[in-house]
């Protein structure tokens, strides 16, 4: 019973020994890396990687854990993929996870969300459901190009895509601007994200937010590294890394600090 007892006591000491012993080693170079524009997860200081934002607090907490430097930029998600895919950078944040993505990306999740729907004051106010924009076949539905959204939303828009009701735009900003100016009727949009985008001068009834997905299907937004430049091992190391910010209470932290206390605990992967 003794050494039971010892053994528990002993096993957090040897957990938290692990997580600590995973310390990825630096590349012989500066880690390439890519930010999205994404409202409270990046925003940047005119298209400088010096601005702030969830995924900014996290990448200088990977940075300083592991003593590795980061050499940072903002660039529309399209380039992005094309640049990642050729080994021109090493790792992205804010990334879903496709099959066509895992195979040549090793992908970490670090925060969960749930796509919503917006109407923007070209959607009649009698449109709340889906069937109902279905139905409205004038209407536009408004994207960022590059972006995969969920099982659920992806299968619409390629339909939509089709029917040619569908708009394409470089980043969020671009996308909740064009809502608002009525060139696209509906977008999606993350809960916290897309109220950063909208002027203190707009009125907030001309943007109302709606739920298609009954089935609430919850969405994995991942850190992703490079197959072309890390190993299997040396991405686990970072992703062992990403897993300590988590289990420490760091992530959390990090959360409360753009969000609320209930909706950062809903953030956690």
């Known amino acids: 019973m003794l050494n039971r007892y010892f053994l528990a006591c002993l096993l957090p000491f040897f957990l938290a020994s692990n997580m600590a012993a995973a310390t990825p080693k630096c590349p012989p170079h500066p880690i390439r ?4 524009e994404l409202g409270i997860y990046y925003k940047s200081e005119r298209g400088v990687a010096a601005g ?4 900014r607090d996290l990448v200088d907490e990977l940075s300083k854990r592991s003593g ?7 660039q529309p998600r399209a380039r992005s993929w094309i640049e990642l895919k050729a080994g ?3 790792m992205m944040t804010a990334t879903l996870s496709t099959p066509e993505r895992e195979e040549f990306l090793w992908l970490f999740p670090y925060v969960r969300t749930h796509h919503i729907i917006l109407l923007g004051p070209s959607a009649p106010s009698t449109l709340h459901t889906l069937a109902q924009f279905q139905a409205a076949r004038s209407l536009k539905f ?8 969920s099982a659920f939303y992806d299968p619409l828009i390629a339909e939509w895509t089709k029917e040619d009701r569908v708009r394409v735009y470089v980043d969020e900003a671009h996308l909740i601007n064009a809502l608002i100016q009525g060139e696209v009727a509906a977008a999606t949009s993350y809960p916290g994200v897309f109220q950063f985008y909208i002027n203190a001068k707009v009125n907030p009834n ?3 937010m709606v739920d298609w997905d009954k089935g609430n299907l919850q969405v994995l ?3 992703a590294i ?6 299997k091992d040396e991405a686990h190391e970072w992703g062992m890394l990403i897993k300590a910010i988590q289990q420490d209470g760091t992530l959390l932290k990090i959360y409360r600090k753009y969000v609320g206390a209930h909706e950062a605990h809903n953030m956690l992967p």
């Open 33 to 36: 890396l890519d930010f999205l």
């Open 52 to 55: 702030n934002g969830i995924d």
């Open 68 to 74: 590795c430097v980061f050499n940072a930029k903002v």
């Open 88 to 90: 021109r950078i090493d």
């Open 142 to 149: 408004g994207v960022i190009r590059g972006f995969a959204h």
């Open 206 to 208: 001309s943007v109302r």
């Open 221 to 223: 937004g991942n850190f």
């Open 226 to 231: 490079s197959k072309a430049n890390f190993s």
